[in-house]
């Protein structure tokens, strides 16, 4: 065994270079092992990225996939009750980009799939503000024009005094509250609207738009013209609200009688 003082003679009889090898060697070691771990730590931190990237696609595409279907069914529910408020081709656009997307999401291509559903989403969108232009105006006319048509029943009632202006009066009053219901819709669908939320501005422009209708109906001299009003708005209508709630009240007050 060595005693100390054996190994500090050692010591003190080798070169100054001798330990600082060691200790070179030691440094090249040490960088090299770091710049190792900092590779792999960089290549683990890659496909975590990847992975956290497919992950965000995926949900972003399979919910965009939902909304964009309901928003492109309400497209072809408006072409149908009302042709000129949706363009055709356009209507057509979005429902094969929507096609093709969907194709994308069966491969569980989710990036690319959440791109072009991202890009759907967009045409959609453009396609439902024009609807909303169209219904926004077309709406406004029918409930001003029903408005007018409530005064001026009202005034002949005032002024002739006759039985029909008479029945007429008490047809106005009847549908007051389904013109200021109407108004209310076309308030809420235009605030909707000027938020860039399309769709829900469109279920308030149609409500509006029949609540105007059934006046039109409502309010039309004769049956010759009331049948002639339902048959022109017959895709609006609708079999479940060809009957309007005031019509119903009246059928009622005519069987009492």
């Known amino acids: 065994?060595?005693?100390?003082?054996t190994l500090l003679a050692q010591d003190s009889v080798k070169p100054k270079k001798a330990p600082d090898k060691p200790a070179e060697k030691a440094e090249k070691k040490e960088p090299a092992k770091d710049s190792k771990d900092s590779k792999e730590s960089d290549k683990s931190g890659a496909r975590e990225a990847n992975?956290?990237?497919?992950?965000?696609?995926?949900?972003?595409?399979?919910?965009?996939?939902?909304?964009?279907?309901?928003?492109?069914?309400l497209l072809n529910a408006l072409a149908a009750a009302m042709p000129e408020a949706v363009d055709k081709n356009t209507s057509q656009q979005v429902a094969d980009e929507y096609k093709e997307a969907l194709k994308l999401v069966y491969r569980l291509d989710y990036v690319e799939a959440e791109k072009l559903l991202?890009?759907?989403?967009?045409n959609i969108n453009s396609a439902m503000a024009k609807s909303c232009e169209a219904y926004r105006k077309k709406t406004?006319?029918?409930?001003?024009?029903?408005?007018?048509?409530?005064?001026?029943?009202?005034m002949q009632a005032e002024n002739t005094g006759n039985a029909d202006a008479i029945r007429m009066a008490g047809v106005v009053q009847?549908?007051?509250?389904?013109?200021?219901v109407g108004y209310q819709q076309l308030a809420l669908a235009v605030a909707a609207e000027r938020n860039s939320r399309f769709a829900e501005a469109l279920s308030h422009y149609r409500l509006a738009r029949l609540h105007a209708i059934h006046l039109q109906i409502e309010?039309?001299?004769?049956?010759?013209?009331?049948?002639?009003?339902?048959?022109?708005?017959?895709?609006?209508?609708?079999?479940?609200?060809a009957e309007p709630p005031a019509s119903k009240e009246a059928a009622g007050e005519k069987k009492n009688r």
């Open 1 to 5: 065994m060595l005693s100390c003082g």
């Open 51 to 73: 992975y956290l990237d497919l992950v965000h696609a995926r949900d972003k595409a399979l919910r965009m996939k939902e909304d964009n279907l309901r928003d492109i069914q």
């Open 118 to 122: 991202r890009k759907n989403r967009e």
């Open 140 to 154: 406004a006319e029918m409930l001003n024009s029903s408005a007018d048509t409530m005064a001026e029943l009202e």
């Open 174 to 180: 009847r549908n007051q509250h389904r013109l200021a």
């Open 219 to 241: 309010l039309a001299k004769d049956e010759n013209e009331k049948n002639a009003l339902r048959a022109k708005y017959r895709n609006e209508l609708g079999d479940r609200v």
